[in-house]
């Protein structure tokens, strides 16, 4: 329910902090994890689609933070 399907905007948030993992869509969190494979490391966005499927995508207003854990 928390993502917008059809043309509708949908704000994407992910928050990393040292081996919390949390993604948030339209200020709603959709799943949260640990994992303590890599210490260090680059951001990156992706986008995948389903062979032979019709999908637009566009990205507007990407910001990248950094910040320390506790």
Known sequence: KAIHAGI???RVR???V???LALYVND???IETHDTTYSSGFAG??????PN??????FD???IYSI???
Do not use: E, H, R
């Open 14 to 16: 992910v928050v990393c």
């Open 8 to 10: 509708d905007k949908n």
């Open 68 to 70: 320390s854990g506790s």
């Open 53 to 58: 499927s019709s999908s637009d995508v566009a």
């Open 18 to 20: 040292d081996d919390n």
């Open 28 to 30: 709603q969190l959709l």
């Open 45 to 50: 966005l992706t986008i995948a689609a389903a």
């Open 61 to 63: 207003n990407v910001a």
